[in-house]
């Protein structure tokens, strides 16, 4: 596991959520005796504290309300309602948590699957919405690993108009972030750990294996 400190010295651009909760949390998802269930609520707790850290520089305004006391001008979120974006299928259990703290963001799907032999993104379905080009745009998939998929995803989203982008995982692999970076360096990249290496399948290591297959219990 790397610290921010190491990430910055290796020139690799992102932000690393050291938060205890956190921290604790990505451990027992990790435990291969974690039952679906567990890990899904895990990965939904979480989700909640990594929307909080992607969300801290949101555009503020104010507007005129009146509390029982007396009359404010009072902070709301600016602009054009945001849009997460999921990187289906695992994006959907890091999706749900997103929802829990923002009800009103728009929703978008991009169906990728990684081809097991060339590791390649193939893509199966894409729906997102409107005016991609007025929202922020938050994209998320519990893992980076070769980055194949969310480079895929990412350029989609730029072809329809998508301009001020940001990407959250729970996992990641040096080698992710690196290619990631090389292909979108105007889209930050936040995570809650970055892992050792990738192994001769493309998995992360140590990682907390196939992040869809444990959301949906399909192994
Ligand atoms: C997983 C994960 C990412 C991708 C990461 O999806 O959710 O989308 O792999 O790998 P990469 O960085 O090397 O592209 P998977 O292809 O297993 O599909 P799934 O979500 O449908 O299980
Ligand atoms: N996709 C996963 O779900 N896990 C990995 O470790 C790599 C890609």
Known sequence: MHTQKQ??????????????????????????????????????????????EVCRDLPLETKPIETPVESMEAPVLSGKKLAFISILRAGNGLLDGMLDVIPSARVGHVGLYRDPETLQAVEYYYKVPHSMSKRLIVVVDPMLATANSTIAAVQKLKDDGAVDM???????????IAAFNKAHPDVPIVTAAVDSHLNDHG?????????????????
Not at 8 to 27: A, F, M, R, S, Y
Not at 205 to 215: C, M
């Open 203 to 219: 998995y992360i290591v140590p990682g907390l294996g196939d992040a869809g297959d444990r959301i949906f219990g399909t192994k």
């Open 166 to 176: 940001r990407f959250v995982c729970l996992i990641s692999a040096p080698e992710g």
């Open 7 to 52: 990430l910055d010295e290796k020139g690799l651009k992102v932000t690393l959520i050291e938060h205890p909760l956190v921290q604790h949390k990505l451990t027992l998802m990790r435990e291969k005796s974690q039952p679906v269930t567990a890990f899904r609520s895990l990965l939904r707790e979480i989700s909640w504290l990594l929307c909080f």
